[in-house]
T-cell receptor
Framework: GQNIDQPTEMTATEGAIVQINCTYQ??????LFWYQQHAGEAPTFLSYNVLDGLEEKGRFSSFLSRSKGYSYLLLKELQMKDSASYLC?????????FGAGTTVTVRA | GAVVSQHPSWVICKSGTSVKIECRSLDFQATTMFWYRQFPKQSLMLMATSNEGSKATYEQGVEKDKFLINHASLTLSTLTVTSAHPEDSSFYICSAREGTNDYEQYFGPGTRLTVT
């Protein structure tokens, strides 16, 4: 089975840093995705981790520890437009299993 | 590149009727398409996987006779919700995979279905 956990909600102020954690217990692992989803819209790709370590891409970074079944998404220099839901998804072969998502609210 | 469209964006139908949702890959050929369902404040749940020209593979608990999937070409897959009921009201999202070695899925904008 697939068990993917993320916090439900997080709030931060504009310009701050927020870290969204994701823990997983899955039958099989080929990689981990992070997606951003605005309400009523499709998820958009943010990052993909296969190996342990940190992947940095502009204001967003993602970290993976396969031995701990743990990942985090780091959002720096928060902007109002970053208010959205952030989904952690584990890939096994060609299938994705999603967490319930973390709603991030950025306040001025 | 890698754009996926869905039609319609939203649909309201009466209980007992059937609704067809289209998913198209606009600028690439999709070897595999996926259909997800998302209830409010919940995660995307994979319903089925379809490969062009073959029958869809449904996830456990998804009724294949209720959710008919047709992947007639490399750029089009359709999901038909048959005899829809209010509990089928949800956000339906498709995604597409370009190549057999491509792990990334490109998501469509979703279809909001409301059954009254």
């Amino acid at each position: 089975g697939q068990n993917i956990d993320q916090p439900t909600e997080m709030t931060a102020t504009e310009g701050a840093i927020v870290q969204i954690n994701c823990t997983y217990q899955t039958s099989g692992f080929n990689g981990l995705f992070w997606y951003q989803q605005h309400a009523g819209e499709a998820p958009t790709f943010l990052s993909y981790n296969v190996l342990d370590g940190l992947e940095e891409k502009g204001r967003f970074s993602s970290f993976l520890s396969r031995s701990k079944g743990y990942s985090y998404l780091l959002l720096k220099e928060l902007q109002m437009k970053d208010s959205a839901s952030y989904l952690c998804a584990v890939r096994k072969d060609y299938k994705l299993s999603f967490g319930a998502g973390t709603t991030v609210t950025v306040r001025a | 590149g890698a754009v996926v469209s869905q039609h319609p964006s939203w649909v309201i139908c009466k209980s007992g009727t059937s609704v067809k949702i289209e998913c198209r890959s606009l600028d690439f050929q999709a070897t595999t398409m996926f259909w997800y369902r998302q209830f409010p404040k919940q995660s995307l749940m994979l319903m089925a996987t379809s490969n062009e020209g073959s029958k869809a593979t449904y996830e456990q608990g998804v009724e294949k006779d209720k959710f008919l999937i047709n992947h007639a070409s490399l750029t089009l897959s359709t999901l038909t919700v048959t005899s829809a009921h209010p509990e089928d009201s949800s956000f339906y999202i498709c995604s597409a995979r370009e190549g057999t070695n491509d792990y990334e899925q490109y998501f469509g904008p979703g279809t909001r279905l409301t059954v009254t």
